[in-house]
């Protein structure tokens, strides 16, 4: 019943999110039969083997293209409650109370103080689903095992290292369990084939890509692993009740609690130190690939949430030896549930609104984009979102429009046709890109103007948002040049809506700001730092 209420939760909350970042990668840049320039399975992302991932974008692709997010999010869900029963059934075997494990999973299946990235992107299923295998595997393997259950938690083991790298500390997790049981022929034939498995695909594709510029050489990322992995662990804890500091010393009390109470070779005990070594191990090796982004990089919601469903069969049966024997337990329990819910659930909302605003906006931007290459539309820039979607080009989004795989039932307004013409029929850069009659200054705002020579002035600020509009008769380019640099922003406006752009414009040398539209009203806010040189234009009529 609870994890259907978190279904219900999770849906009404990500109601609005849309397509983002890496997963358009694996709707428009992946193939099962790939021609031309598509990858295919075996191709690595971000050093990670996805081939389950690509399997399953290119199914919903094909059923639904990105007309709906809902779908995909539906397989985000099933993989997360899935694993939310899946650890339920964990806990109990380990020897969690009932009322504890009800607690921990219903916290858990709401989970956005710590976790809300997973359950707001539908593409993460390719970061936490190899846990769902790992888990799945736990629950197979017995003390003495069954040929059938072996072969199962062997099968699901190959499907978690082909889904990410996070199916290393799955089948690490695994395969520390059996060592403790003392199950060593077991090792071969449960762990063997995603060895194997993984072995080959690395030997053959994944040691051929090239290394990204996020990571750090080997000898300095090693000595960062201590750091990292203390940071990673503490803040899986502060994040995840929203308690800052408390981390460190719920992370030193289970580990007493494991010091002190755990018998590796005595069930449950494998069950409960694999999962808890594989926390350390995770993030000991994500320290190795990811601690170029820093040491914050340890906290991150994504990495929480896998590092919470490691630590939560310690951490539970430690919060029980704690309270079992108190009196006051069933209130300490239900008080300590209520409040995690209230803060995970509106931790998650809010999250998972300041994501869907992003979204919305880029869908909104795209479909205009691809509406405006149907026009014949000249295009400066290829890439209409280079933050968020890199890798979704105009002409991508030409196809899926001619293909029928857009959604259809999005009003676009002039405001957005304007944001997706700043984002892609403008451009600044070293030399013009059009050529024509230069626009004229229809007005000017907190800022001096000077004449410095044919079609030339000087913009000298009076006041803070110094502001020149412009009128393009025709597409034509200007030049601007300023000192000390700073941030241009390009408002376009017409009678029925508005738009605007920030670019950067460097220190010393001229920039040519080039539009390949004849937009009737183009206001630049200027830098405030130093007087800007504009040339290519006419000055106002006097």
């Not at 030997?203 to 990673?232: K, M």
């Not at 909302?349 to 984009?369: C, I, M, P, V, Y």
Request: hydrophobic share 50%; charged share 15%; proline share 7%.
């Amino acid at each position: 019943m609870s994890l259907v209420l978190a279904a219900l939760i999770l849906a009404w909350i990500n109601r609005n999110q849309w397509f983002i970042a890496d997963e358009w990668s694996f709707l428009t840049d992946r193939s099962i039969r790939p021609t031309g320039d598509a990858l295919n399975i075996f191709a690595g992302h971000n050093e990670h083997w996805s081939a389950t991932v690509v399997l399953g974008y290119r199914v919903l692709f094909k059923l639904f293209g990105v007309r709906t997010y809902a779908p995909y999010l539906v397989v985000l869900f099933a993989f997360h409650l899935t694993l939310c029963h899946f650890l339920w059934r964990l806990l109990l075997r380990v020897g969690t109370q009932a009322w504890t494990a009800v607690a921990a999973i219903a916290i858990f299946a709401v989970t956005g103080a710590g976790g809300w990235e997973n359950l707001t992107w539908a593409f993460q299923w390719q970061l936490f689903g190899p846990l769902l295998f790992g888990v799945g595997a736990l629950l197979l393997i017995r003390t003495t095992g069954t040929q059938r259950n072996d072969v199962i938690a062997a099968g699901l083991l190959v499907l978690a290292v082909a889904t990410s790298g996070t199916g290393i500390t799955a089948t690490a997790v695994v395969a520390l369990a059996l060592l403790l049981r003392q199950r060593f022929h077991a090792l071969v034939f449960v762990i063997g084939p995603a060895a194997l498995a993984y072995s080959a695909w690395f030997l053959l594709v994944g040691r051929t890509e090239p290394t990204p510029w996020y990571v750090q050489p080997f000898s300095t990322a090693v000595q960062s692993i201590p750091a990292y992995v203390w940071r990673g662990l503490t803040d899986a804890v502060d994040l995840s009740t929203g308690l800052a500091g408390v981390g460190a010393i719920v992370i030193i009390g289970i580990t007493i609690f494991a010091v002190r109470q755990a018998q590796p070779r005595q069930e449950p005990w494998p069950l409960v130190l694999a999962p808890a070594a594989g926390a350390v191990f995770f993030l000991a090796l994500t320290t190795l690939k990811r601690s170029g982004f820093g040491l914050d990089s340890a906290g991150s919601s994504r990495y929480i949430y896998l590092i919470v469903v490691l630590l939560l069969p310690l951490a539970t049966l430690a919060f029980d030896h704690i309270t079992l024997k108190r009196k006051l337990r069933p209130i300490i329990l239900a008080l300590l549930t209520a409040a995690l819910l209230v803060t995970q659930v509106s931790t998650l909302h809010s999250e998972a609104n300041k994501q869907a605003g992003q979204e919305q906006l880029d869908k909104r931007r795209f479909l205009a984009t691809a509406e405006l290459s149907q026009r014949s539309t000249p295009f400066l820039v290829t890439i209409p979102e280079p933050v968020y979607s890199w890798t979704v080009s105009n002409e991508k989004l030409e196809i899926l429009l001619k293909d029928g795989d857009l959604p259809g039932n999005v009003n676009l307004s002039p405001s957005d046709f304007l944001d997706a013409r700043l984002w892609t029929q403008i451009a600044l850069g070293d030399v013009p890109m059009v050529e024509g009659p230069p626009p004229l200054i229809t007005s000017f705002e907190s800022v001096e103007l000077t004449p410095d020579g044919p079609e030339c002035v000087i913009a000298s600020p009076k006041s803070p948002a110094p502001k020149i509009t412009l009128r393009f008769p025709q597409p034509s380019s200007l030049s601007l040049q300023n000192p000390l640099g700073g941030t241009l922003v390009v408002t376009a406006k017409n009678e029925k809506g508005r738009a605007s752009r920030p670019l950067v414009i460097p220190a010393g040398p001229q920039q040519v700001l080039s539009v390949a539209w004849p937009a009737q009203a183009l206001t630049i806010t200027l830098p405030f730092s130093s007087p800007t040189r504009l040339c290519g234009v006419l000055p106002p009529p006097k």
